[in-house]
């Protein structure tokens, strides 16, 4: 198996060695786009209970199928999520700004699995208390029993990760629960396909979308339908059974007649291909 993040990238040196070595990402860090495998299940349950005892069994999240704290539903018990069914710890736990340095500790901590190699790295977007009561009859109070940390998403040399921003919520105990994760990135530097290209190549593109009554109509995408700005970004794109991180232009695309973004459009930085339509 391979797994980008653990990395094992497997490279015959056919003219060198009549063999193959075995390189780590940390090896070669240069490999772009960075492919991460999704794991069978049996190696994924296996990876989850390391994580979840390392954790000293205080987190309710689980791994996802590429094995990070990412949010999926593939180790959902009867597909419920298994936070659902925590006992809440009915203890108030007033903000201090430990809190937030545990957080972010913790996530350091787990870097095999949240991808955060460095505390400096973590940038808070919001801070959310989540109440509840300690006394739950007569006069009921509400009070905060857990926090809720949102980390501002990954960035890699001035340019965001799409889809990397990171929760954590914490109560009396401490961290119970992660969802989200930063990736491995490798930036492949210059840009070879630029975005007056990129949007040549959008427009005239076709897109589908289906009304309230199923009923399907065809977009051929013209100036006026790009909303906002072009941007650059990495993005985490999932090709068959695994991810692949590139670099790339991303296009808002408004549906016909209305003001709402209904698609984003990936186009490779490196090769120019579009990698993905992505209906919102």
Request: proline share 3%; hydrophobic share 40%; with cysteine.
């Amino acid at each position: 198996m391979i797994r980008n993040k653990v990395a094992y990238l497997f490279i015959c040196f056919t003219a060198i060695l009549p063999g193959c070595e075995s390189l780590s990402l940390n090896d070669k860090v240069d490999e772009y786009p960075v492919i991460i495998e999704r794991l069978n299940i049996s190696d994924l349950e296996i990876l989850n209970q390391k994580y979840h005892e390392k954790n000293n069994k205080q987190i309710c999240s689980t791994l996802n199928e590429y094995g990070f704290t990412g949010y999926s539903r593939v180790l959902f018990p009867d597909n419920v999520n298994p936070c659902l069914n925590r006992n809440e710890l009915k203890q108030e736990i007033p903000f201090n700004n430990d809190l937030l340095i545990q957080g972010k500790q913790i996530l350091k901590e787990n870097s095999e699995f949240t991808g955060v190699e460095s505390t400096e790295s973590l940038v808070l977007k919001d801070i959310t208390s989540l109440n509840g009561c300690t006394i739950c009859e007569g006069d009921i109070n509400s009070v905060p029993l857990q926090w809720k940390f949102t980390f501002q998403p990954q960035v890699i040399n001035d340019i965001e990760v799409m889809d990397s921003e990171i929760l954590v919520y914490m109560d009396k105990n401490g961290v119970n629960r992660i969802w989200g994760n930063w990736f491995p990135v490798t930036d492949p530097g210059f840009v070879d396909f630029g975005s007056v290209a990129a949007k040549e190549k959008t427009l005239g593109m076709k897109v589908r979308y289906a009304d309230s009554m199923n009923r399907v109509f065809e977009q051929h995408i013209t100036e006026n339908h790009i909303s906002g700005e072009i941007e650059l970004k990495f993005v985490a794109i999932q090709i068959d059974e695994r991810l692949e991180v590139h670099k790339v232009w991303v296009f808002n695309i408004l549906q016909e007649n209305t003001e709402d973004v209904r698609w984003n459009i990936f186009i490779s930085t490196v090769s120019g291909e579009v990698l993905k339509v992505k209906l919102l």
